[in-house]
């Protein structure tokens, strides 16, 4: 019994000092006074709320996979977007420099530039065998 009420105090501090530490931009779903409220009056519950719905995994050293078919960015929470958040669409090809937010559009994006790449080559390819295939414009004129 010993070991679970220091191992919730030592969770209560860490999840405390995490809520503290995070600009208020990032923080999800609740202000940060609420979420020390949460976890100083109802430590279990606050703590698992905070790491589970509070804290922007995305802006920390961990980083979690996106879940498949996610349109929003990590910023919004199930209450409605949070503080800071900004539309993460998929990127165009006169966007080059937005990040591409999910691994599936990383791929899709791939997918694309090695078909662009492959066509490239094959029209290359065409056009070599059609001077090929031309007669000489000097074999012509004798």
Known sequence: MF??????????IIA????????????????????VL??????????ALWFLLGKDWST????????RGRKQSRTSGSWGPGRGSSSTA?????Q???????????LAALEREI???EDAERIRKLELEMKRNEPDADDERS
């Open 96 to 106: 080059p420099d937005r990040a591409v937010s999910s691994t599936e559009e990383q």
């Open 60 to 67: 920390s050293r961990i980083k979690l996979p996106e879940r």
């Open 16 to 35: 405390l000092i995490d809520v503290v530490g995070q600009p208020e931009p990032v923080v999800r779903n609740l202000p940060k006074i609420v979420w």
């Open 38 to 47: 949460l976890i100083v009056f109802i430590p279990l519950i606050g703590v």
């Open 115 to 117: 078909q662009a790449a």
């Open 3 to 12: 070991v679970l009420s220091l191992l919730l105090i030592v969770l209560t």
């Open 90 to 94: 998929t990127p165009s090809p006169s």
